[in-house]
Nanobody
Framework: QVQLVESGGGLVQAGGSLRLSCAAS????????MAWYRQAPGNQRELVAA???????NYADSVKGRFTISRVNAKNTVYLQMNSLKPEDTAVYYC??????????????????WGQGTQVTVSS
C-alpha cells in the first residue's frame, strides 16, 4: 500500500520560512510528477508547485520567487521550501504524486496519491 506522509507545517510569522517534506512509502516502481497543493478555508484546492521526475518545475504566480519545489528521487521525497511567507499563504498544504505501483498488470498501475495534509499558518 503506497502512502504519502507530509511533515514540516506549523505557525510562523510573516516574512518567515518553513520547509515541507512529503515522503512516499510502500511498494512502488517509480514516481512521475509530484506536486504541492493548498486549500484555505472557503477556497478551492489550488496548485502551488509541481516537479517532474526530470526536475522541471512550475509554480503558481502567487508563490513565484518565494517558494522552491525540489525532490530527491532516491528517497521518494518532495520538498517545498517556503520563504517570505505571507498571511495569505495560510492553508492546509497537500502533496500529490503520480505513482506507478504493482497491481494485476505486468506493467503496473499508475494513479494519483494524496498526502493527509499539513497546516501552515502565517501570522501578521
Amino acid at each position: 500500500q503506497v502512502q504519502l506522509v507530509e511533515s514540516g507545517g506549523g505557525l510562523v510569522q510573516a516574512g518567515g520560512s518553513l520547509r515541507l517534506s512529503c515522503a512516499a512509502s510502500g511498494r512502488l516502481f517509480s514516481i512521475n510528477a509530484m506536486a504541492w497543493y493548498r486549500q484555505a478555508p472557503g477556497n478551492q484546492r489550488e496548485l502551488v508547485a509541481a516537479i517532474t521526475s526530470g526536475g522541471s518545475t512550475n509554480y503558481a504566480d502567487s508563490v513565484k520567487g518565494r517558494f522552491t519545489i525540489s525532490r530527491v528521487n532516491a528517497k521518494n521525497t518532495v520538498y517545498l521550501q517556503m520563504n517570505s511567507l505571507k498571511p495569505e499563504d495560510t492553508a492546509v498544504y497537500y502533496c500529490n504524486a503520480d505513482i506507478l505501483s504493482p497491481c494485476g498488470s505486468v506493467s503496473g498501475c499508475s494513479r494519483l496519491y494524496w498526502g493527509q495534509g499539513t497546516q501552515v499558518t502565517v501570522s501578521s
